[in-house]
């Protein structure tokens, strides 16, 4: 009964929690990974790709992964692949 109040209380904590262990499963690896909508914006990225594309989250997060909105010199601006 005690777990139940506690989350009628706070609905979101739910979602909260699993966005924080679901940004650290993506920090494990080790390759660059990028997660999109439907519309190809980022969602979320990996560190690893922050740090191969000199980004950040606040310069990533909703740009579109396929136009010039990454303006960096080193992330790949148009990936034909995904436009499929």
Not at 8 to 13: C, G, S
Not at 15 to 38: C, F, M, R
């Amino acid at each position: 009964m005690k777990n139940a109040k506690k989350h009628a209380d706070n609905p979101f904590k739910d979602l909260k929690e699993g966005h924080i262990l679901t940004q650290a499963i993506i920090d494990t690896i080790q390759e660059p990974l990028i997660v999109l909508d439907e519309e190809l914006r980022i969602i979320v990225a990996s560190r690893s790709f922050y740090k191969k594309f000199h980004q950040t989250h606040e310069n990533t997060k909703g740009k579109n992964s396929t136009t010039s909105e990454m303006d960096s010199g080193t992330f790949p601006n148009s990936v034909p692949s995904l436009k499929k």
